[in-house]
């Protein structure tokens, strides 16, 4: 299997839109896209909660007389592109104007980490691709050159400084981070923080630094964490994680030494036998990371790998996983 098809495996990862990035600068052409009959609004409150369908497992689109009944502006939306023959945006309307929709078109706001796993594949990527577009907006309002406010232009997706002097353009940012999964033998090394649930481990995560590759990064963050040094690794997938920001690039990593020295960032990291895996997760006494995470989806690899065995058949009693619809 290539990381294109481990990548659509993932949570949020498996968006098929056309994003149309070379002529969303047309406002003509988004004005007529957005005033046509297949227009749909992806609507989303300011705390990042988007109105899902009282069936729980879609967004509900909302059309264009909602937007027009409801006092919606070119102002509030931004394009987000065309898939199944709709043209779909992200209308960020106000909070109170969000409740009066709510209860007149039916539905609910919902975030993503708690409705990610129960959506549709393409509206639980939809939500991600908007949150994290809407989040970039929210926070990207002064020019960072001249601190003057900014236009959005091009549909939301660049802001443009307001300053003829200076007319910086900003675009949205992704943040790379990494998160790997480590074996040595036949173990594999998860970490757990002392904020999580009992007895959840996961694999080790961190940001990619300036003027560093992503291995460099795995080396360095593994390093950090649990003490290990990591020998040799490869990529496995990609997932868009917009809390708010980042985008998270999975690798399974391999160390000769399994000495662990804990740093300050983790409450405690250990190497788990598949067999320890399984007699933990039977018990209880042990919980993996969510499902909607790369980080799932690494120690999945890995216990197929080294034990033949499906993480899903194990996980069936967790709270946090839930049947998944495509
Ligand atoms: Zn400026």
Redesign the pocket.
Known sequence: MSSLSRSRNNTFSSLEIERDADWRSDTAVINRRLHGDAVRFLLLRSDGRALIGTDGHSLRGLQHDDFVRFGGTENAVSYLGQARDQDWFVWRAEDAVCADIAAQAGGEFLDLRAVGMLLQAFDAGLFAYARALAHWQERTRY?S????PLRLESAGHRAK???PH???EHFPRTDPAMIVVVSCGDACLLGRQASWPKGRYSALAGFIEPGETLEAAVQREVHEEAGVRVVDCDYHSSQPWPFPASIMLGFLARADDPTIKLGPELEDARWFTAQQIIDGLASGELLMPSPLSVSYRLVEHWLREAAGVELDTLTLDDPMRKPRSR
């Open positions: 020019c050159v001249c601190a003057s400084c307001t300053n200076c007319g910086s």
